[in-house]
């Protein structure tokens, strides 16, 4: 799975240095400690959007509204699967700059799902599995903490307004490779359809990017971002892979507001 020397020369642009975000309002790192960053690997779910994407919002935006003494490196790309994420070098430019006590928050499965494209597809139980060990082992080999999240889920409900998951066996294979690995396993796509349920087939509108000229079933606005981003923050500390002093505001609300879209890059 080595990179030719077109696709590295590609991905040095592609993968330029994302807009990184501290938590507000926390103290600074003490002399002479380091601030950790959390990395994110992802999907357009999970991604920075930009000014010409608004109000369409990645959860990976409003992550950093519940941690305290984290950095949020989110290197989250829209279309993005386990595999073209390697393919393109985006994997490598997070491992050049990783450090020892960071965290490599991983969720793929979206676009891993995508049969049609062999630029993106990656068999569940097979290469799904195999590219996602890229990103763990390339964690640990530089002292850094790998977790996995299964995939958020769309907006999809059956006639009698029962929550349908979309992502065929992508999320138990993660779980299994979780296991099997021993690495922290952030369970987003069950506990995101138990949300979608309970919201129900009207009120979920309001937490994805339904506007006047779309109705848009996959990516978040605000609320949804903010909903999606808490239940990550509540694992991460279930799972203790953060502690209770890396985490706030879990059942406080999250003033829409705070979600702003920086220009896009020229």
């Given at each position: 799975?080595?990179?030719?020397?077109?696709?590295?020369?590609?991905?040095?642009?592609?993968?330029?240095?994302p807009?990184?975000f501290?938590?507000?309002?926390?103290?600074?790192?003490?002399?002479?400690?380091?601030?950790?960053?959390?990395?994110?690997?992802?999907d357009s779910?999970?991604?920075?959007?930009y000014?010409?994407?608004?109000?369409?919002?990645?959860?990976?935006?409003?992550?950093?509204?519940f941690?305290?003494?984290?950095?949020?490196a989110?290197?989250?790309?829209?279309?993005?699967?386990?595999?073209?994420?390697?393919?393109?070098?985006?994997?490598?430019?997070?491992?050049?700059?990783?450090?020892?006590?960071?965290?490599?928050?991983?969720?793929?499965?979206?676009?891993?799902?995508?049969?049609?494209?062999?630029?993106?597809?990656?068999?569940?139980?097979?290469?799904?599995?195999?590219?996602?060990r890229?990103?763990?082992?390339?964690?640990?080999?530089?002292?850094?903490?790998?977790?996995?999240?299964?995939?958020?889920?769309?907006?999809?409900f059956?006639?009698?307004?029962?929550?349908?998951?979309t992502?065929?066996?992508?999320?138990?294979?993660?779980?299994?490779?979780?296991?099997?690995?021993?690495?922290?396993?952030?369970?987003?796509?069950?506990?995101?359809?138990?949300?979608?349920q309970?919201?129900?087939?009207?009120?979920?509108?309001k937490?994805?990017?339904?506007?006047?000229?779309?109705?848009?079933?996959?990516h978040?606005?605000?609320?949804?971002?903010?909903?999606?981003?808490?239940l990550?923050?509540?694992?991460?500390?279930?799972?203790?892979?953060?502690?209770?002093?890396?985490?706030?505001?879990?059942?406080?609300?999250?003033p829409?507001?705070?979600?702003?879209?920086?220009?896009?890059?020229?």
């Amino acid at each position: 799975m080595s990179l030719t020397r077109r696709q590295l020369s590609v991905a040095a642009a592609a993968a330029a240095v994302p807009l990184a975000f501290a938590a507000t309002g926390t103290a600074q790192a003490a002399p002479g400690r380091r601030t950790r960053t959390l990395y994110i690997a992802g999907d357009s779910t999970a991604a920075q959007k930009y000014t010409n994407n608004a109000p369409e919002t990645g959860w990976g935006m409003a992550l950093p509204f519940f941690l305290k003494g984290w950095n949020v490196a989110n290197h989250a790309q829209n279309g993005r699967s386990s595999k073209s994420f390697v393919d393109e070098g985006r994997l490598k430019a997070i491992l050049a700059v990783i450090q020892p006590g960071d965290l490599l928050l991983c969720q793929f499965g979206h676009n891993d799902e995508k049969s049609e494209d062999p630029t993106r597809y990656t068999e569940p139980w097979t290469t799904y599995q195999d590219y996602l060990r890229m990103y763990l082992d390339g964690a640990r080999a530089r002292g850094a903490r790998p977790v996995l999240a299964t995939s958020v889920e769309r907006r999809k409900f059956d006639a009698s307004g029962k929550a349908l998951p979309t992502h065929g066996e992508y999320p138990a294979a993660m779980r299994a490779l979780a296991q099997e690995e021993r690495v922290p396993l952030l369970d987003i796509q069950a506990l995101s359809i138990a949300l979608w349920q309970r919201l129900g087939v009207e009120e979920t509108k309001k937490y994805f990017n339904w506007t006047a000229t779309e109705q848009d079933n996959t990516h978040f606005n605000p609320p949804g971002a903010i909903a999606v981003a808490r239940l990550v923050a509540r694992e991460l500390l279930r799972t203790r892979v953060l502690g209770p002093s890396d985490v706030r505001r879990l059942d406080e609300t999250i003033p829409e507001s705070w979600i702003t879209w920086p220009q896009a890059a020229a």
